[in-house]
């Protein structure tokens, strides 16, 4: 490995750490500007005065702010021992104050579910939107052209919330057409389930693929009228290697911009997804978490998302000079 790019991966990777303690530090603080007390609500309904002042010394809400802040960074590295709830192994992400449940098994336990709608959300917007954003640059200014550009209008419009019933309504409850949506892991039946997650994936890709058809067709038609791209056409080549192997490359670098943020976005939007079609992932666990005032998991989930943006960020830039030659790494 180049060493431009070791001293690129150290300088991003410690940027990335600092991005994720500050993150971290923020959500503590604002979790503590919440008046409801996660003391009380993990005592419960009848909770003598006694009752609630141990549970408080337990999970350490009597000491400072910053000395709390501090037990739980150092657990993540080390483990802590938690009077509560016993040994915490590293990564200690700590123990949730609803359901009793260590914050790290339960990410560990969901992420699947959100890893499978993400990313297949992913695979079909950017083959759908790539492709016809090419298609409508192809055809400029015929129809093709304007039905893309018209149905790009309105996938924008849609909402998760609103196409989702609607389709389960027709696909499932009406024609028949495919299963219900849920989780069944890949291990056990890929085709199970694929078919199970067709339409939570069709979903989430709507409004993504509308953005990528409006942006690729905007790009591409920008490239062709590049002066190398006019140099390949009078040098003899024809219409199709110019467009597939000159001004496609030129475009790919915006989109592959685009593409690093809105995969990081898509996991975001997984939360709507997941509560719309009862997928237990972890956009249902942030939202218990906000609900019950459960900091341990609220930072948890939290982590989880800095860290998915932090990394593809990281190989949105590495994947600038795999495309392009003209970027280097610095």
């Known amino acids: 490995m180049p060493e431009s790019m070791v001293r690129f991966f150290l300088r991003r990777v410690a940027g990335a750490a600092m991005i994720m303690v500050i993150i971290s530090v923020v959500t503590f603080v604002l979790f503590y500007a919440v008046p409801r007390d996660p003391a009380r609500a993990f005592c419960g309904k009848i909770c003598p005065p006694q009752n609630l002042a141990l549970i408080r010394?337990?999970?350490?809400?009597?000491?400072?702010l910053f000395v709390q802040y501090w037990h739980w960074l150092a657990g993540v590295f080390t483990g802590r021992d938690l009077p509560q709830f016993g040994e915490?192994?590293?990564?200690?992400?700590?123990?949730?104050?609803?359901?009793?449940?260590?914050?790290?098994?339960?990410?560990l336990d969901r992420l699947p579910v959100t890893l499978s709608v993400t990313f297949g959300a992913a695979v079909v917007l950017l083959t759908f939107g790539v492709v016809t954003g090419m298609i409508a640059a192809w055809q400029q200014g015929r129809p093709l052209d304007k039905i893309a550009s018209a149905s790009s209008v309105i996938g924008a419009s849609l909402q998760i919330y609103f196409v989702g019933p609607l389709l389960v309504f027709f696909a499932v409850d009406t024609l028949g057409l495919l299963p219900r949506p849920a989780y069944v892991p890949i291990t056990e039946d890929p085709g199970r389930w694929f078919v199970h997650l067709l339409i939570p994936w069709l979903v989430l890709s709507i409004i993504f693929t509308a953005n990528y058809t409006r942006m690729t067709r905007s790009v591409m038609i920008e490239?062709?009228?590049?002066?190398?791209?006019?140099?390949a056409r009078a040098k003899g080549m024809s219409g199709r290697t110019v467009f597939l192997r000159f001004a496609w490359r030129g475009a790919m670098i915006p989109i592959v911009t685009i593409f690093g943020v809105d995969l990081a976005t898509l996991l975001g939007g997984a939360i709507i997804t997941e509560q719309t079609f009862t997928l237990h992932g972890i956009g249902e666990l942030a939202v218990?978490?906000?609900?019950?005032?459960d900091l341990p998991m609220l930072l948890?989930?939290?982590?989880?998302?800095?860290?998915?943006?932090?990394?593809?960020?990281?190989l949105v830039d590495v994947l600038y000079a795999v495309i392009d030659p003209r970027v280097r790494l610095r």
């Open 300 to 314: 948890g989930v939290t982590l989880v998302g800095a860290f998915a943006i932090v990394t593809l960020t990281i």
């Open 88 to 107: 915490c192994a590293a990564p200690c992400l700590g123990y949730s104050f609803a359901t009793r449940e260590p914050v790290f098994s339960a990410i």
């Open 288 to 293: 218990r978490a906000v609900q019950n005032t």
């Open 57 to 64: 010394h337990n999970l350490g809400m009597d000491d400072p």
């Open 223 to 231: 490239q062709l009228a590049e002066d190398y791209v006019r140099t």
